[in-house]
């Protein structure tokens, strides 16, 4: 098990493979600021969320992701401000990114677009000591902790209405390369995210919740296909089809005003066989904003 994880591993950071680098969650729609900095500042509120994932449940050393993000409309530079940070580990590597975001917020039609811009920091790192390598001697196979960073560079366009929203982005503009302390280099392929959905009233208290979540790097892609059904705007529940890979299950519920605790379960149906599981925690600071505004807010449950 461990070689299989440590082959996993070094084809990710240290080879040309055609595999994303960038974190995969499931709870793709409470999370748009992890990969659209034109988000910052939509929601006409100060919002927080927390996000803990663990990949592939029973693998040693599988994958954790742990995401914090904030973010708040601030009039005076005519859009908002955001902050999110990725915490990975994978197998002995870590991973962790650093972003600060910047939207610029306009009218157009009967919604609301942000321009954002984010810069950021992308740190990695590896602590050789734990590796269990089947051969020795191997010098592209460090023996001590090693680490490198580097400044990472991301864009993106966000609009929503009142009952739809879709959103452009991109990260790793300029494909950044990680110089590691022991001379090895990590290159950060660019990413592409694309992410829409839309609010459909059924009744007085149930409504649906179809959302699309695109990540690519050029030469691969995902594709989740989700649907959320909601009651009374405080209890939710849906699945997500995630293409060649399995099924998620989505659910959660408003323990108190604007304080939201959403669970997520990935059935998965690929040769890894083994599943995973997230826990997203989410709170919104209501502040007062001018009404014409106001009516631009993303969609009531999103």
């Known amino acids: 098990m461990k070689q299989t994880i440590l082959l996993l591993s070094f084809a990710l950071f240290f080879t040309e493979l055609s595999a994303q680098q960038d974190a995969q969650f499931s709870q793709n729609m409470f999370n748009k600021l992890a990969n659209n900095p034109g988000f910052a500042g939509s929601n006409q509120a100060i919002s927080a969320t927390g996000l803990f994932r663990s990949q592939w449940s029973g693998f040693e050393g599988a994958p954790t992701t742990t995401n ?62 734990l ?32 009952d739809v929203y879709f959103g452009l982005s991109t990260a790793h503009i300029t494909e950044p390369a990680i110089d590691w302390s022991d001379g090895q280099t990590q290159q950060l392929k660019q990413h592409y995210f694309l992410i829409a959905g839309s609010y459909h009233e059924l009744t007085s208290t149930l409504s649906l919740n179809p959302s699309i979540y695109l990540k690519s790097d050029g ?6 296909i989700n649907t959320n059904v909601i ?20 659910t959660g ?28 925690l989410g709170y919104n600071f209501n502040i007062k904003v001018d009404t014409q505004v106001k009516k631009y807010k993303n969609p009531r449950f999103l």
């Open 253 to 280: 519920l408003e323990l108190m005003k604007d304080l939201k605790l959403g669970l997520a379960y990935d059935l998965v149906l690929s040769e890894i066989a083994a599943n995973s599981f997230e826990v997203m």
């Open 219 to 224: 030469s691969s892609s995902q594709l989740d």
């Open 68 to 129: 914090l993000s904030v973010h708040a409309p601030i009039d005076r530079i005519h859009g908002g401000l955001g902050l999110s940070i990725i915490s990975e580990e994978i197998a002995q590597f870590e991973n962790t990114s650093v972003n600060l975001s910047y939207a610029y917020q306009t009218q157009l039609g009967t919604g609301q677009l942000g321009i954002g811009l984010s810069l950021g920091m992308y740190q990695s790192g590896l602590d050789g000591s």
């Open 131 to 162: 590796l269990n390598p089947s051969q020795t001697g191997d010098d592209a196979i460090p023996t001590g902790e090693t680490n490198g960073n580097a400044f990472d560079l991301g864009a993106g366009l966000y609009y929503n209405t009142q």
């Open 231 to 250: 009651y009374n705007n405080k209890l939710w529940g849906g699945v997500s089809y995630r293409l060649d890979d399995g099924l998620v299950i989505l």
